[in-house]
């Protein structure tokens, strides 16, 4: 391996190829501008597209990577992000982010929907105006930092899925611990999925912006209960954790009240969770049901959310939409449900963690039992 290095560092070409990355990094007065990380990501990129061409071009093995590294560290002994797992990172990053045609189709989507929210967050109007991919896309990859980069590029599946969380981490103000928690979810499968009526009940936009709001599955992690529980005990945990599950429902969800009262005709009823949602322009009923969802649910819920129209809802909000939240559902009853129903509704299913009763709990064996019994089979197994 050493004899390998030997031959790389001597050869003219590498330290004529080393010269001018040294005199790119030093042009960049590379001190200041890796505090800002537009300039950080540019850098990134053009290291990873440096070692895939030498790689590809001069048939250099991976294992120059680590003479690089030493190189660049000697020269810019001030300097982080030069290790050989960083630089091997940025030939990562490089590769999974240069899919041009991708890249194009995205910009051809948005160049059709000039006034798209995704256009106010990834791409600005001078970017897709005049698109020139090797120049841009480090520009827009900047958006977010690097150490959430590495979480997009290591762990999602692809070039859609990592922009999806891209826009995201921009418009909200995702952290990389909670962009992480949200790739682990697999919010991009789950977003927008849940089944709705709303083609049929809201008008256009409003109606796909709508369904984009909603996921199928909701995952309240965050949710441990022991068995047996009750539709409130769930409700109640939701509230106690109503950060995390604001978190969970998406940007935009504003809490306004549990068991929510409304009068009718004389008779009480309450809405299990009754939200605002800024962005909608609307109220948002959320009934939860820890059952299968059956087709009466619906008729309830469109019950619900015509008093909420009627008694709440203020000239200038939108129609309230319903969610209901059920721990399973057969998709084609869901579907028949909701066909002919006036109400914009959605179902999704949910799920936690569910902890075992403290009875049985006590019957099983502890850790250190288990260890004790295993302990003593390898003991006779040896003797």
Request: proline residues 4%.
């Amino acid at each position: 391996m050493s004899q390998h290095h030997d031959l790389i560092q001597q050869s003219t070409e590498y330290r004529h190829w080393l010269l001018d990355v040294k005199s790119k990094i030093a042009g960049t007065q590379i001190k200041a501008a890796l505090l800002v990380n537009h300039e950080l990501i540019r850098l990134y990129w053009y290291l990873g597209q440096q070692i895939v061409s030498k790689q590809t071009e001069a048939k250099w093995g991976s294992s120059f990577i680590d003479q690089f590294s030493k190189d660049l560290k000697a020269d810019f002994p001030g300097v982080g992000g030069f290790s050989a797992k960083n630089l091997r990172y940025c030939r990562a990053f490089y590769q999974f982010y240069n899919q041009p045609s991708i890249w194009q189709q995205a910009v051809a989507k948005l160049k059709q929907q000039p006034n798209s929210q995704e256009s106010n967050t990834l791409f600005d109007d001078t970017l897709i105006a005049s698109l020139q991919l090797d120049e841009c896309v480090p520009q827009l990859l900047g958006r977010i930092p690097w150490g959430h980069h590495i979480q997009l590029f290591t762990k999602v599946q692809s070039l859609d899925e990592a922009l999806f969380y891209i826009q995201n981490t921009i418009s909200s103000h995702w952290s990389r611990d909670f962009l992480a928690l949200q790739i682990k979810s697999k919010l991009y499968q789950r977003d927008g999925k849940a089944i709705t009526n709303f083609k049929h009940t809201l008008p256009e936009p409003f109606s796909d912006l709508a369904q984009q709001t909603l996921k199928d599955p909701y995952v309240f992690d965050f949710l441990t209960l022991t068995q047996p529980f009750r539709e409130r005990d769930i409700e109640n945990q939701l509230v106690e954790h109503i950060t995390r599950f604001l978190l969970e429902l998406g940007k935009g969800f504003a809490f306004m009240g549990r068991q929510y009262h409304l009068l009718i005709a004389g008779n009480d009823y309450y809405l299990d969770l009754l939200f605002y949602h800024a962005v909608l322009k609307c109220y948002v009923v959320i009934e939860l049901k820890n059952t299968k969802f059956i087709p009466e649910y619906a008729g309830k819920m469109n019950f619900y959310l015509s008093a909420v129209d009627t008694l709440i809802k203020r000239d200038d909000d939108k129609p309230t939409i319903g969610i209901l939240l059920c721990r399973e559902k057969n998709s084609i009853e869901v579907e028949f449900a909701l066909r002919d129903m006036n109400k914009p509704m959605g179902v999704s299913e949910f799920s936690f963690t569910e902890v075992l009763p403290s009875e049985l709990k006590s019957s099983l064996p502890t850790i250190e039992e288990i260890e004790r019994e295993f302990s003593n089979t390898v003991g006779d197994v040896d003797e």
